[in-house]
Structure formats: C-alpha cells, structure tokens
C-alpha cells in the first residue's frame, strides 16, 4: 500500500498506540503523537479511524490530515440494554459515574443521551512519590447527587490494572448504591481477573462490558460478569463508508439511534409488565 500504487490509504487503529500518553509532565516522549506524525507524513496515510481516544487532542500532531475518533456509546448501551432487561433508565433509577476527571467529557454525552445524572471521582495522589511510572493514589472523592439505591454506570475508556475501577465501585457502594456496571472500550486487565472475581462474589459488581477492540482472554470470555461489546459491524459499516466516499457523520453521531433503542426498550418493559399484571 505504502509504495505509491494505492489511491488513499486510511489506517483503522482500535486501539490509539501508546494513547496513554497523552501530555509531557516530564521529559516523557509523546510516541502517540510521533507515530501518527509518521503514518501520515512519512508513508502517506490520509486518515487515521481510531476509537475512544484516551486525549482526542493527539489529532492536532496532524493537523492537515484526517483523525476520526470513534465513541462506541450506542453499541455500549445496546449490549447493556440486552442483557439487562430491568433498568429503569431516569433521573431516579439511573446515573452515570465518571471515575475520575479526565473521563467526564465522555459521560456527559452519556448523561445527556440517556437523560440521566452525572456524577464524578477525583483522585488525590502523593505527588512526591512516582510508583511504577505514576503518582500513587491517595484516595477517591465523590462529587454528585445521592446515588442511594440507584444503579450506576461506570463509563471510562479502558480498564488497565482495574484497581481504581473497584476502588470506586467500592466507595459506591458505601454510598448505598444499588447494582453496578462497569463500561469501557478496553479491557486489557493487565493485573488478571483475580480482583474482578472478588468484587463480583462480593456484591461490588454487577457487570463489566468492555468491547471486542482488543484481545480477550479465553478465561475472561467465560467469566459471569463479563459482557462482550460486539463492534464487528459498526467497523465493516465505516470502512464501507469510506471507500464509497461517503459522509461518516451519522455513524459518529448515534442520538437517534440511541433515542430509539431506549424507547424499544422502555415499550417492551412497558409489554412485559402488562403480561404479569395479565397472569
């Protein structure tokens, strides 16, 4: 492709490479930024499709070439409303947790969807110690409306060691939530599931969804609180897209679909409770 006989090449990366790395506090390199740098300059890439983002500013290292950041939200909500029948999706019943302040803008849009309310997480961190790269997390503060007996949504874009994740299902749960799902692009789970098995026995958590946009392990597949977020379609749906050179802006901008998805589900829970009151 890269040896001049391709009309356009466009790069699907799922997972944005060293993404994580989004800001320099020190003298850390910005290899995200570098290597997007290099697709688009150096081998002619004319887009880059990549999903979730950790900081969708990477973009501006290629300003002249396209960057299309993919949310998964609509395929999110669709795997939770399927295996869930029973959430009552309102301002009482409902609410969206964003783990930490980084995350928020994400949530926001689930909020806002969903019509449901926001909550937050901020980290206190000893800034004068680093531990394996990172400042240690002191403890998480909730900011946000009472959650007692309301089922929460944790939105985020990965689930790394998964530490932070439990710890704030955790403190939820102290507040008195009722059931918890966590719901994140990538679950890469790189401290194992050990911790997982716990809070679920537990009670913490009820369901992890996490997409199909990186290696799942066998192990993982099995568990009984994980839930696959297929994204196989919405993929082949935009690489069809761009080769008929046609808009994406309807498969980036899912409200209507999300809208329609909540009013199917609310009519067959609306069917399912007129069918006991029946019997």
């Known amino acids: 492709a890269v040896e001049g006989k391709a009309r356009r090449i466009n790069v ?41 983002a950790h900081d969708p500013r990477v973009q501006n290292a290629i300003p002249l070439k396209g960057f299309e950041n993919v949310a998964p939200t609509y395929q999110m909500i669709k795997a939770l409303t399927k295996n869930f029948k029973d959430l009552k999706i309102d301002h009482d019943h409902l609410m969206v947790i964003s783990p930490d302040e980084g995350g928020m803008s994400r949530c926001i849009y689930y909020s806002t969807v969903l019509g449901i309310d926001l909550g937050m997480f901020y980290k206190r961190r000893d800034y004068s110690v680093v531990v394996n790269g990172r400042n240690p997390i002191l403890a998480h503060e909730f900011l946000g409306d009472n959650v007692e007996g309301k089922d929460c949504l944790i939105i985020d874009d990965m689930i790394s060691s998964g530490d932070s994740m439990i710890e704030v299902a955790t403190k939820l749960k102290e507040l008195k939530a009722n059931r918890i799902f966590v719901c994140t692009s990538f679950g890469l789970f790189c401290n194992g599931l050990q ?27 099995e568990k009984p609180w994980y839930f696959e977020v297929d994204m196989s379609k919405y993929c082949s749906l935009i690489i069809d897209t ?3 050179d046609c808009s994406v802006s309807s498969l980036l901008n899912p409200a209507d679909k999300i809208k329609a998805r909540i009013e199917k589900y609310q009519e067959e829970q609306k069917k399912d409770e007129l069918s006991l009151f029946n019997t």
Do not use: W
Not at 12 to 25: A, D, T, V, W
Not at 35 to 47: K, P, R, Y
Not at 209 to 220: A, S
């Open 195 to 221: 911790e997982f098995d716990k809070a679920y026995a537990a009670g913490i958590l009820d369901g992890v969804f996490t997409t199909n946009l990186v290696y799942r392990t066998p192990e993982l597949l």
């Open 242 to 244: 761009l080769n008929h």
């Open 12 to 52: 699907i990366m799922p997972m944005l490479y060293e993404g994580r790395q989004h800001k320099r506090s020190r003298r850390e390199s910005l290899d995200c930024a570098i290597a997007l740098q290099e697709l688009c300059t150096d081998m002619g890439v004319e887009n880059i499709i990549t999903f979730d």
